[in-house]
C-alpha cells in the first residue's frame, strides 16, 4: 500500500506559478513511477505528467509541455509539479498517483491522492 497526500493547491491569477506537492507513505516510494493528472468540473480525468521511478524519464501533456515541470524526491518521498504560467483552462483538481507502469493511462495507476483544487482566474 502507499498512501499519497497532495498540496500546494490554491487560487492564483493568470499567468501565475504554483508547485503541487504529493508525500507519500507506506511501501517503497522510490520503486513507483509517478504521475500527475487533473480533472476539471464535468469532465474526465487526465493525464498531466509521468516521472520514472528513478527521476530520469519525464513525460507531459501537449498542453502543459513548457509551462510545467514534474520531479521528485525520493529521499523525501515526495514528488512535485511546479505549474508556471498558469492558464484557466489549467483550473481543476489535481491528483498524484503511483503506477508500477510508466504510463499516461490512468487504469495502470493503483493508488491515488485526494487531490487538491486549483483555480486560475483571468
Known amino acids: 500500500q502507499v498512501q499519497l497526500v497532495e498540496s500546494g493547491g490554491g487560487l492564483v491569477q493568470a499567468g501565475g506559478s504554483l508547485r503541487l506537492s504529493c508525500a507519500a507513505s507506506?511501501?517503497?516510494?522510490?520503486?513507483?513511477?509517478m504521475g500527475w493528472f487533473r480533472q476539471a468540473p464535468g469532465k474526465e480525468r487526465e493525464f498531466v505528467a509521468h516521472?520514472?521511478?528513478?527521476?530520469?524519464?519525464?513525460y507531459y501533456t501537449d498542453s502543459v509541455k513548457g509551462r510545467f515541470t514534474i520531479s521528485r524526491d525520493n529521499a523525501k518521498n515526495t514528488v512535485y509539479l511546479q505549474m508556471n504560467s498558469l492558464k484557466p483552462e489549467d483550473t481543476a483538481v489535481y491528483y498524484c498517483?503511483?503506477?508500477?507502469?510508466?504510463?499516461?493511462?490512468?487504469?495502470?495507476?493503483?493508488?491515488w491522492g485526494q487531490g487538491t483544487q486549483v483555480t486560475v482566474s483571468s
Open positions: 516521472i520514472s521511478w528513478s527521476g530520469g524519464t519525464t
Open positions: 498517483a503511483a503506477s508500477e507502469d510508466l504510463t499516461t493511462l490512468t487504469r495502470l495507476y493503483n493508488y
Open positions: 507506506g511501501r517503497s516510494f522510490s520503486s513507483y513511477n
